[in-house]
T-cell receptor, first 114, second 109 residues
Framework: DSGVTQTPKHLITATGQRVTLRCSPR?????VYWYQQSLDQGLQFLIQ???????AKGNILERFSAQQFPDLHSELNLSSLELGDSALYFC?????????????FGPGTRLLVL | GEDVEQSLFLSVREGDSSVINCTYT??????LYWYKQEPGAGLQLLTY?????DMKQDQRLTVLLNKKDKHLSLRIADTQTGDSAIYFC?????????FGTGTRLQVFP
């Protein structure tokens, strides 16, 4: 158990819908990262937050957004969902802002868009 | 952009050593990681190596880093059926991890 929790574990929705994925980092970790794992794209970094502020951005679509709250939990919002958004979404946390760090991953949220 | 590559499959007999290889392109890499993913599960951090090291050993795991060739390997000694999983190599690059495609390790009796 990494100490990172994600809810829900599974999510099934329809195209065009909007969903919110939630992540609670390990106690004391200020950084939260979101990754997408799909069959065709592999594991890709989406976005990072550090202590409530966006720190780095990767291959995140404009239809997706994220935020980190004062209690350090984070939410990833996916809107106007398409079939291709079906994937496993991971959250990871670490206790450093950058410069080399160890990221601990949650169990993931499996999203299926029908 | 930076890239990390791995072979897709590896099959070994139980009790033998497994060697999973990874190449990367990032010349300014600081940390390199190995993660394990079991079916239906998340990513478990196995070990990592700092770029100024050549080798790191952690129980049955040995990481070798050839910085000149940008080659990283993970050796698992006395491989067990419980080691069957997908192993990801990852390069830490400017606040994010860049993952390889993953190597599926299958251990047969």
């Amino acid at each position: 158990d990494s100490g990172v929790t994600q809810t829900p574990k599974h999510l099934i929705t329809a195209t065009g819908q909007r969903v919110t994925l939630r992540c609670s980092p390990r106690s004391g970790d200020l950084s939260v990262y979101w990754y997408q794992q799909s069959l065709d794209q592999g594991l890709q970094f989406l976005i990072q937050y550090y202590n409530g502020e966006e720190r780095a951005k990767g291959n995140i679509l404009e239809r997706f957004s994220a935020q980190q709250f004062p209690d350090l939990h984070s939410e990833l919002n996916l809107s106007s969902l398409e079939l291709g958004d079906s994937a496993l979404y991971f959250c990871a946390s670490s206790n450093r802002q950058g410069g080399g760090e160890t990221q601990y991953f949650g169990p993931g949220t499996r999203l299926l868009v029908l | 952009g930076e890239d990390v590559e791995q072979s897709l499959f590896l099959s070994v007999r139980e009790g033998d050593s497994s060697v999973i290889n990874c190449t990367y392109t990032d010349s300014s890499s600081t940390y390199l990681y190995w993660y394990k993913q079991e079916p239906g599960a998340g990513l478990q951090l196995l070990t990592y190596i700092f770029s100024n090291m050549d080798m790191k050993q952690d129980q049955r795991l040995t990481v070798l880093l050839n910085k000149k060739d940008k080659h990283l390997s993970l050796r698992i000694a006395d491989t067990q059926t419980g080691d069957s999983a997908i192993y990801f190599c990852a390069d830490y690059n400017t606040d994010k991890l860049i993952f390889g495609t993953g190597t599926r390790l299958q251990v047969f009796p």
